[in-house]
């Protein structure tokens, strides 16, 4: 172990030297570091017809904030919504055909796909057995990406990039990732929590999220309500343009002419990162921290005391962010976190979660004005969905540990879309430039080097 610290102060020592690199070099050199211009917006590196997120326009070389905008294929994600509603309450089937195929169903077409899902829901045999139990992980995301990865060896042709091709392990993939996140988080119930090992095949007379529901609890048994809910969650996470993290990821993987499986594999490591998928995690935790601090959760000035001292890196994970709030694209509003709270506020009268409902709403109107009067700015800052998702699967009774594979489980629908959308119309491998800063130096012969540990 000596000789092993002893690399370790080798490589805290090189680290010091070498990525203390000036800030004004990046000005210096034009670099959009995070591929952000100046400004704060994206940088553009593509074209999509699959999803479209607004939150701001340029007038006249500034930035002007307008309400959020979420599109699938050109339509309103709330008439989506709301069309789903009013057909029956159930969604998510209708918004993976949209994505995939870039038009909505009929009404027949819609059946017919429902049952080609059904049908491709079944793991192959001795799946969870071999690929799930036999390698139990504490982390479901690090579990559905190995499932992914595993799921190549179960084809006889994953390197073929033609259409017919991609849609069959897109639909594959996307119809049996509920099962995996099911399965992988009975394992790590049963491995690591203690609990008993209850395994539930897939009902295909369900749809997505009452699947879903089914598979996850004991006795099986839930409510139209639930599933609702949970199926509105899933529509909304479905797809968010493809300059996200992990959408932009499937992009630079795909434009290799790797293979499915290995491609989504990468997109969930993205969605993993508490900087992308897993804020709802990180939202949960610091909720819970304010409401074992904060006495009373209707005092807003105890509650803005609080968020101030989170802001301070006074508590907190000492990041110093308050998790939920804030949003790399939209400014004014996120147009799926209204659409989740009306929801939390139909969970929280249901099962008697009123409390903590008006503490998630006191947070989100004087998070805004504890960040405006901490950095002095008065930039505009919205909830984000992941503000009220945690809550949401609080409520439904889903354990945390499930709460960014529910977001995987919604996403690989856009995660898919876009694949399909590289390898047809990209063309080119993604390759952007590093600029290297380190003067040339002469190589050293062994004999006259200096020994540094």
Not at 27 to 51: E, H, Q
Not at 104 to 110: A, C, G, I, R, V
Not at 291 to 301: G, L, P, S
Request: glycine share 8%; net charge negative; aromatic share 10%.
């Amino acid at each position: 172990m000596k000789k092993i610290d002893n690399f370790f102060d080798l490589i805290r020592t090189q680290n010091e030297m070498w990525n203390n690199i000036p800030h004004e070099h990046y000005t210096r050199y034009s670099v959009k570091r995070g591929l952000r211009n100046p400004d704060g917006t994206g940088v553009l590196a593509g074209l999509t017809a699959i999803g479209e997120v607004h939150g701001y326009i340029i007038d006249e070389g500034a930035v002007k904030p307008i309400d959020g905008r979420l599109r699938y294929r050109g339509i309103d994600i709330e008439d989506l919504a709301q069309g789903a509603q009013s057909n029956g309450g159930f969604g998510f089937e209708e918004t993976i055909f949209l994505l995939i195929f870039g038009l909505l169903p009929s009404k027949k077409e819609l059946e017919e796909f429902k049952e080609t899902l059904s049908s491709m829901m079944k793991l192959p045999a001795g799946f969870t057995e071999d690929v799930i139990l036999n390698a139990p992980s504490n982390n479901i995301m690090n579990m559905l990406s190995r499932c992914i990865l595993a799921m190549y060896a179960y084809d006889e042709d994953p390197d073929n990039l033609s259409l017919p091709n991609l849609l069959r392990q897109s639909l594959l993939l996307i119809a049996q990732f509920p099962i995996m996140a099911a399965h992988a988080y009975a394992a790590k119930a049963h491995y690591f929590d203690k609990k008993s090992l209850i395994l539930h095949t897939p009902d295909p007379s369900l749809s997505f999220a009452e699947n879903f529901l089914y598979m996850l609890r004991p006795d099986n048994k839930f409510t139209k309500m639930e599933a609702e809910i949970l199926d509105l969650a899933l529509m909304l996470h479905a797809e968010h343009g493809g300059g996200n993290n992990s959408a932009f990821a499937v992009r630079v993987v795909t434009s290799s002419d790797t293979d499915t499986y290995s491609t989504i594999a990468a997109a969930i490591g993205s969605l993993k990162g508490p900087k992308h998928g897993g804020a709802n995690d990180e939202m949960l935790n610091m909720i819970r921290e304010i409401k074992a601090n904060v006495k009373n959760w209707e005092d807003k000035d105890e509650i803005f005391a609080y968020l101030t001292k989170i802001l301070r890196k006074e508590a907190g994970d000492g990041k110093g962010l308050i998790y939920g709030m804030g949003h790399p694209v939209y400014t004014i509003s996120d147009p799926r976190t209204a659409m989740l709270k009306e929801k939390a506020k139909l969970l929280s009268e249901t099962f008697g979660f009123e409390k903590e409902f008006t503490l998630y709403d006191n947070i989100e109107t004087l998070a805004p004005e504890a960040f405006h009067a901490f950095k002095g700015k008065n930039h505009p800052i919205c909830p984000n969905v992941d503000f009220y998702s945690g809550f949401v699967y609080e409520m439904l009774g889903i354990p945390q540990a499930l709460y960014t594979p529910i977001f995987a489980m919604s996403r690989i629908t856009g995660w898919c879309a876009h694949r399909i959308e590289e390898v047809t119309t990209g063309g080119r491998i993604i390759r952007p430039a590093y600029k290297s800063i380190v003067n040339k130096t002469n190589y050293i012969p062994i004999s006259e080097r200096k020994k540094v540990l």
